[in-house]
């Protein structure tokens, strides 16, 4: 059974760079490891209640695209979920396989738009409690394009049991599963990836930016702030 969204998470230029934006909002380091085998840092930050990977490699490459480019469900079969959704007929990108780090298990398939979902088992846990020291105050939603809305509607709160929440948005569907949500958008800009970008909950009004890479945040602001 898929059971949490877990993470969303991409390939970054600058690591240094990165972690200096993201705790310059409040985000706090609660995973880092490096792959010997790829040469390639993993960390994990989280900003309020969202995990957010970050995934930089030793080695540059200059053919590489950088930004968010997948999100992490966490699920307790891992086979059993990949091959129905598999048989389903959504696409495979990567089976069943030990994850380069040595923690679990790890696959990946595309939804219906192309977005990278990947499905993880196992035993560690990074999330902490919700961080509210900073100025961002809670991940609202992850933001990603669905021109076939009704596709990815489908995909989200049937196959992958993600639970809707109310959204009078014309054109949009918003679910969640666990602490945070992801919110489909049949008609949005041009971005870098399909996932186009995170809306935080911020306890004052700021204008949207972007990160280092290029990936794209909102703010709103916090009730009563």
Not at 178 to 207: E, Y
């Amino acid at each position: 059974m898929i059971y949490e969204l877990n993470h969303v998470g991409g390939r970054i230029q600058d690591l240094d760079a990165s972690l200096a934006f993201y705790t310059g909002l409040g985000a706090e380091v609660v995973d880092r490891l490096f792959m010997t085998s790829s040469r390639v840092n993993r960390v994990h930050i989280q900003i309020a209640t969202g995990l957010v990977e970050l995934l930089h490699n030793e080695d540059p490459d200059p053919d590489a695209s950088y930004g968010l480019n997948h999100v992490g469900f966490m699920t307790d079969n891992l086979d059993a979920d990949y091959a129905r959704l598999i048989a389903l007929g959504y696409a495979e990108l990567s089976s069943p396989r030990v994850a380069g780090s040595g923690q679990g298990r790890l696959a990946f398939l595309a939804d219906p738009n192309g977005v990278r979902i990947e499905l993880l088992q196992r035993s560690e846990e990074f999330r902490i409690p919700p961080i509210t020291s900073g100025p961002v105050r809670g991940l609202s939603h992850i933001a990603l394009s669905a021109p076939d809305l009704d596709a990815a509607v489908e995909f989200y709160g049937t196959h992958l049991g993600m639970q809707p929440v109310p959204d009078n948005s014309p054109g949009t569907a918003t679910f969640r599963l666990g602490a945070d949500a992801v919110k489909l958008h049949k008609s949005l800009p041009p971005a870098i990836t399909p996932i186009d970008h995170l809306a935080l909950v911020a306890t004052d009004s700021r204008p949207a930016s972007q990160d280092p890479d290029g990936n794209r945040l909102t703010f709103l602001q916090e009730a009563g702030a």
